[in-house]
């Protein structure tokens, strides 16, 4: 069924250019744990640590930066009830306090407030906007009262670290998966990290593609009899179809924010131009007719001719002026894939967007 939306929804580049012719797994990145560490009655460890990205467009992120996620474990180890709070924590870099982040947490994984009996825990992730490989300090203050003081307690982050520089890296996948379904169908080429993106079979979703395009131009021409047409020369036409997008568009894609369940990117396309492909094909077209010595040609005869011309024409479409900015949503599996959102909108439209007319 997933296979089956697949292909009707690509189908639309297909259909667009014949109308204008004929009218990263989700592990943490775990730093090397730290030993616990005491502070009055409280015993802190840090669990984790890795980059990330901002869950909405209200953080706005400078070049060089990133999401610092850590998740960390707070214990009572006295007798008397402990307050925790994210106020506990502050990070620093150097003699700098870091911002902490507000991140909507869908699965509730953000360190809360909590009140630990004896011998209670408590673990929750912390966020802070931070330069990507630069070395920080967590430090841990419990809350004291009245003239009571107690020394607060320091973990050494290392932002570049090889698993950390890992983490970051994770991040580009859902646009790499983007990518990779546009490769492998808009554009008719091999990229071999397709299934280690996304989780898709690739033979099966460049089949639909190809199948679908098939029908969808079949359709397009009001043929009722597949046996009319020319099966090779239909597929020659796809193939001239991804050629020019492959040869005359462009795109790059960008992940803007990222949740434990989706993440949106941000595509920057520059389509290829057949404004006046419709009207070359129609002349073409014309002078066959004329050239064949009838007065007039069925609809049946004139299919196949009009489908080489197409291809033809096809190669001679140009890049576009114009860019086009599409934001795009990608969906994370249980295992850590990358897939379309088929039934969101911005999907729709960021293929079409490779196609000007």
Request: hydrophobic share 30%; proline share 2%; aromatic share 8%.
């Amino acid at each position: 069924m997933r296979n089956k939306k697949f292909y009707l929804m690509l189908l639309l580049m297909v259909v667009a250019v014949f109308s204008a012719a004929c009218s990263g797994g989700n592990k943490s990145a775990s730093a090397d744990k730290d030993e616990a560490k005491k502070a009055d009655n409280a015993e802190i460890k840090i669990l984790s640590t890795e980059y990330t990205l901002p869950d909405d467009s209200t953080t706005k992120l400078a070049d060089g930066e990133l999401i610092l996620k850590v998740k960390v474990s707070v214990k009572n180890t006295g007798k008397e009830p402990l307050s925790v709070t994210r106020r506990s924590f502050n990070l620093y870099h150097g003699d700098s306090k870091v911002t902490d982040v507000n991140i909507y947490d869908a699965q509730n994984e953000r360190l809360t407030t909590a009140t630990l009996n004896s011998d209670k825990s408590v673990d929750g992730y912390l966020y802070y906007q931070v330069e990507k490989g630069e070395k920080y300090q967590l430090e841990y203050a419990p809350e004291t009262y009245g003239d009571e003081k107690i020394e607060p307690i320091e973990f050494e982050i290392d932002g570049g670290s090889s698993a950390m520089l890992e983490s970051a890296k994770k991040l580009d996948d859902p646009a790499k998966a983007l990518l990779a379904y546009t490769d492998i169908t808009l554009f008719g080429k091999d990229n071999e990290d397709f299934e280690k993106l996304t989780g898709e079979n690739k033979r099966e979703i460049v089949t639909d593609y190809i199948e679908g395009g098939q029908k969808s131009l079949i359709k397009s021409m009001g043929i009722y009899n597949e046996e009319d047409v020319d099966k090779k020369k239909l597929n020659k036409l796809i193939s001239a179809i991804q050629n020019a997008y492959k040869d005359k568009s462009k795109v790059k894609a960008v992940t803007k924010t990222m949740t434990s369940e989706e993440a949106k990117v941000e595509a920057t396309i520059t389509p290829i131009d057949s404004s006046d492909m419709q009207k070359r094909v129609q002349k073409r077209m014309e002078e066959y007719v004329k050239d064949s010595g009838k007065n007039y040609m069925s609809r049946e005869e004139l299919i196949n001719p009009t489908i080489d011309v197409m291809a033809e024409e096809l190669k001679k479409v140009e890049t576009a002026s114009n860019d086009k900015t599409v934001e795009i949503t990608m969906k994370k599996t249980k295992d850590g894939k990358w897939q379309l959102d088929l039934t969101d909108y911005d999907t729709e439209d960021y293929f079409s967007s490779f196609f000007k007319n």
